[in-house]
């Protein structure tokens, strides 16, 4: 199956846009493959889909389903069982709280892949301890700078952590609005 319908995927799982959480249902006993699908019904109708992966991020983790042996992240899935399409290839869906784990209705929306981005949370590389802020040596001072449509922009440098990360703000503020996060 080359993408999953909303029909298909109704008839598989059930998602609670409440809690975000999605059940396997359970399968019609079809005669031919009665055991199969008893066995099947037994062990998983019912209980959680899917497993989380952590992307090769590493500090980013998604819920992922697998149906017909292809695998699917859950956030994906619960905007095609809301609105009955997939978002095109080129868009995100976000997760509001950064959270890539929680996947309520109301905690996700769709994002061009620069907003995604400026809703992302500081990596745990991080050493500043400001998003878009980073020390450096040389000059011991520190450097703020943006990404906005994969171009870096230079904010500055500054005396103190705490004025390159107001200057971050700002400019997330400007260039990504309600997609903004600073910290």
Not at 74 to 102: C, E, I, Q, S, W
């Amino acid at each position: 199956m080359a993408r999953p319908t909303q029909k298909y995927l109704r008839k598989r799982l059930h998602y609670d846009p409440e809690t975000g959480t999605f059940t396997w249902l359970s399968r019609p006993v079809k005669k031919r493959y009665a055991s199969h699908y008893k066995i099947w019904n037994a062990r998983y109708a019912g209980t959680s889909a899917g497993h989380v992966n952590k992307t090769s991020n590493r500090w980013i983790k998604y819920l992922e389903i697998k149906i017909d042996y292809r695998i699917y992240k859950a956030h994906r899935l619960a905007f095609l069982y809301m609105t009955g399409k997939l978002p095109p290839a080129n868009m995100a869906v976000d997760h509001r709280d950064g959270d890539g784990l929680n996947n309520r209705w109301a905690n996700i929306r769709i994002a061009t892949s620069s907003q995604n981005c400026g809703n992302a949370r500081i990596p745990k590389n991080n050493t500043s301890g400001f998003k878009g802020v980073s020390y450096v040596k040389a000059s011991g001072r520190y450097h703020a700078y943006i990404t906005v449509n994969c171009e870096r922009i230079n904010l500055g440098f500054f005396d103190t952590a705490e004025e390159a990360a107001r200057a971050y703000k700002v400019a997330s503020q400007k260039n990504f609005g309600e997609f903004a996060r600073s910290c």
